[in-house]
């Protein structure tokens, strides 16, 4: 008779608790990454507007799962905050979002 009580008290939680929403899966590793990296381009204050594809910076932004650089900026601590620009990391994720040529079929 227990466990049935405590299977509905479970199922009722379940049910009534709103969902999670996740960010993403990025990891500590990554975002220290991205900041290492990008450091010249996020910083407050940074004159530097460019970003090359190719750059360590883009590669590290690209190791985050889908470039998710709201996963990044929802890890940064108070003090990195007050460092880095979340604007300007969140703008990597188009700034470095990479389309490799395509191939094309000339017939001759």
């Not at 996740?22 to 990554?30: D, F, L, N, R, S």
């Not at 450091?39 to 460019?50: C, E, I, P, Q, R």
């Amino acid at each position: 008779m227990f466990y049935w009580k405590l299977a509905v008290a479970v199922l009722l939680v379940c049910a009534i608790s709103p969902p999670q929403v996740v960010t993403g899966a990025c990891t500590e590793t990554q975002k220290a990454r991205v900041m290492f990296y990008c450091h010249t381009f996020t910083k407050k204050g940074s004159t530097s507007n460019a970003i090359h594809i190719h750059s360590d910076c883009c590669v590290s932004v690209r190791l985050v799962p889908n470039s998710d650089m709201k996963c990044v900026v929802s890890m940064l601590t108070d003090k990195e905050k007050e460092v880095h620009d979340e604007a300007r990391i969140l703008s990597l994720e188009s700034l470095c979002e990479y389309h490799p040529p395509q191939r094309s079929s000339l017939s001759t």
